[in-house]
């Protein structure tokens, strides 16, 4: 028995369709504003129905999005994100699963988590905004800070070499990868669109300035430092992928590095008869009388 069919269908949203009623309270000219606009006209092009809409986060600043999203949401523990989204999913492969998080979540607290769910090809989206720096507890440096930078925790700079988050997730077997930048939200929208769409896990890579506590890090940095992947870069090809990671070392390509076809985790789960499907729809006041 099959899985039930994805839940993204041909109506008519609009973004607005997608706002909570809570407000963001990250300072004026966070780089997550942008990513959040880009994640509303994303589901509003796939439509997908906010009721079958999950959006998973961790700790950390990004991470309070899915309190400004109309779906359910998941505000969980340090750097847990994925663990809870890959039982989201596979509970329930019906569900559209958004996860949501930053640079220290990511690959710092949670970075044991992130290669599994890549070598799994979980049918989810991971969003990953990087500003190289934790800015909810004001300002240590992140797995992705560059060596040498500057801190009140480390006044004679970092002395530790960063991580390439997408040069990791292609290592880990990532079949969607991509990186966006929050002052290009039309461009980050269309990534994280495709990203949703593409069956198995989706990973994007977001440039995010914070203007508070990273401030060699910013908007003007940025603009001198992206460029497009060339339109000619085939996307099936890993090691081409690879190259654009690091060549020249101070250029950040946007755009899709990588997408493959392969089948997810909750394909092979489900189809074939090695494990019968969930019976949708799921009695969740069953359970809650269950559990209270």
């Given at each position: 028995?099959?899985?039930?069919?994805?839940?993204?269908?041909?109506?008519?949203r609009?973004?607005?369709?997608?706002?909570?009623s809570?407000k963001?309270?990250?300072?004026p000219?966070?780089?997550?504003?942008?990513?959040?606009?880009?994640?509303?006209?994303?589901?509003?092009?796939?439509?997908?129905?906010?009721?079958?809409?999950?959006?998973?986060?961790?700790?950390?600043?990004?991470?309070?999005?899915?309190?400004?999203?109309?779906a359910?949401?998941?505000h969980?523990?340090?750097?847990?994100?994925?663990?809870?989204?890959?039982?989201?999913?596979?509970?329930n492969?019906?569900?559209?699963?958004?996860?949501?998080?930053?640079?220290?979540?990511?690959?710092?607290?949670?970075?044991?988590?992130?290669?599994?769910?890549?070598?799994?090809?979980?049918?989810?989206?991971?969003?990953v905004?990087?500003?190289?720096?934790?800015?909810?507890t004001?300002?240590?440096?992140?797995?992705?800070?560059?060596?040498?930078?500057?801190?009140?925790?480390?006044?004679?700079?970092?002395?530790?070499y960063?991580?390439?988050?997408?040069?990791?997730?292609?290592?880990?077997g990532?079949?969607?990868?991509?990186r966006?930048?929050?002052?290009?939200?039309?461009?980050?929208?269309?990534?994280i669109?495709?990203?949703?769409?593409?069956?198995?896990f989706?990973?994007?890579?977001?440039?995010?300035?914070?203007?508070?506590?990273?401030?060699?890090?910013?908007?003007?940095?940025?603009?001198?430092?992206?460029?497009?992947?060339?339109?000619?870069?085939?996307t099936?090809?890993?090691?081409?992928?690879?190259?654009?990671?690091?060549?020249?070392?101070?250029?950040?390509?946007?755009g899709?590095?990588?997408?493959?076809?392969?089948?997810?985790?909750?394909?092979?789960?489900?189809?074939?008869?090695r494990?019968?499907s969930?019976?949708p729809?799921?009695?969740?006041?069953?359970?809650i009388r269950?559990?209270?």
């Open positions: 028995m099959n899985p039930p069919e994805p839940s993204t269908t041909a109506a008519t609009r973004a607005a369709d997608y706002k909570s809570r963001p309270v990250w300072c000219g966070c780089g997550d504003y942008g990513v959040l606009n880009s994640i509303f006209s994303a589901l509003a092009t796939t439509a997908i129905d906010p009721d079958r809409l999950v959006v998973v986060s961790g700790i950390g600043c990004s991470s309070r999005m899915p309190g400004f999203i109309r359910y949401g998941f969980g523990a340090h750097g847990r994100a994925l663990p809870v989204a890959v039982g989201v999913k596979t509970a492969p019906a569900l559209d699963v958004l996860v949501v998080g930053g640079d220290g979540d990511a690959f710092s607290i949670g970075g044991g988590h992130v290669s599994h769910v890549a070598r799994r090809n979980i049918n989810i989206t991971y969003i905004m990087d500003n190289q720096i934790y800015g909810l004001k300002g240590q440096v992140s797995p992705t800070s560059d060596p040498g930078t500057t801190t009140k925790a480390s006044p004679y700079g970092s002395f530790e960063s991580i390439q988050p997408v040069q990791l997730m292609l290592s880990y990532a079949t969607y990868v991509a966006g930048f929050s002052s290009y939200p039309k461009e980050l929208a269309a990534m669109d495709r990203g949703i769409r593409h069956n198995g989706s990973f994007i890579h977001v440039l995010s300035p914070c203007v508070t506590f990273n401030k060699s890090i910013g908007y003007d940095y940025y603009q001198s430092h992206v460029v497009p992947i060339p339109d000619d870069h085939d099936n090809d890993i090691w081409a992928a690879l190259r654009l990671t690091g060549d020249p070392p101070d250029t950040y390509y946007l899709v590095f990588y997408e493959v076809d392969r089948p997810s985790y909750t394909d092979m789960l489900y189809k074939g008869g494990r019968p969930p019976e729809p799921i009695d969740t006041e069953r359970i269950r559990f209270s």
